[in-house]
Structures are given as C-alpha cells and as structure tokens.
C-alpha cells in the first residue's frame, strides 16, 4: 500500500509563490505517473498537472498558463508542484496522486493512490 503525504500549502497574498510536496512512502514505489489534482469548495475535482516517473512526460491544464511546474525526485519518493503568480481562483484543496497506468494521466479515475490533500488560500 502507497501512503502520500503533501505539503506546503497555506494562506499567500495573489501574485505570491507556493511549492507543494508529495511524500511517497510504503511498497515499492513506481508508479507510472504522479497527478496533481484540487478541488474548490462546490466544485468538482480538476485536473492540474501529471508527470511521467520517468520524467519524459508532463502535461498540464490549461488553465495553468505557464505558472505550474511539476517536477520529482525519485530519490526522495517526492513530487512537487511549483505554482507562481497565484490567483484567488487558485483557492482549492491540492490533492497528489500516484497512477500505475501508462494512459490517461489527465483523468481522476486512472489514480489508485491519492494523499489527503494541502489547503492553498489566495487572498486578493
């Protein structure tokens, strides 16, 4: 069984900067790829970012617009989620996920393991 772990999410002003980890412990650990997904309050589970554990592959949301990065260190066991220039509507729960299937990184369903979320709180 994989445990996930994240951290360094809290409360940053818009335009602020926050990393977030996503500590992996348990049985051997290789997944085929690591997920970020949030939730807002009212609203569904979306889609973030995704990266290959090999790290030939990365995919992001659109919305992300180029201030995500999704980056690992397999050493650690660790995945991490850059986000720059926050925005209110980046509030949400940042949940990391841990895929064993090579298809469909974008999609909730295709994630076995999921940790029990960080809060991120942009003010404006």
């Known amino acids: 069984q994989v445990q996930l772990l994240e951290s360094g999410g809290g409360l940053v002003q818009a335009g602020g900067s926050l990393r977030l980890s996503c500590a992996a412990s348990?049985?051997?650990?290789?997944?085929?790829?690591m997920g970020w997904f949030r939730q807002a309050p009212g609203k569904e589970r979306e889609f973030v970012a995704a990266?290959?554990?090999?790290?030939?592959?990365?995919y992001y949301a659109d919305f992300v617009k180029g201030r995500f990065a999704i980056s690992r260190n397999n050493a650690k066991n660790t995945v991490y989620l850059q986000i720059n220039s926050l925005k209110p509507e980046d509030t949400a729960a940042y949940y990391c996920?841990?895929?064993?299937?090579?298809?469909?990184?974008?999609?909730?369903?295709?994630?076995?393991?999921w940790g029990q979320g960080t809060q991120v709180t942009v003010s404006s």
């Open positions: 996920a841990a895929s064993d299937e090579s298809f469909g990184p974008a999609l909730s369903s295709r994630y076995r393991s």
């Open positions: 348990g049985r051997t650990f290789r997944p085929y790829y």
């Open positions: 990266m290959s554990w090999s790290g030939t592959n990365t």
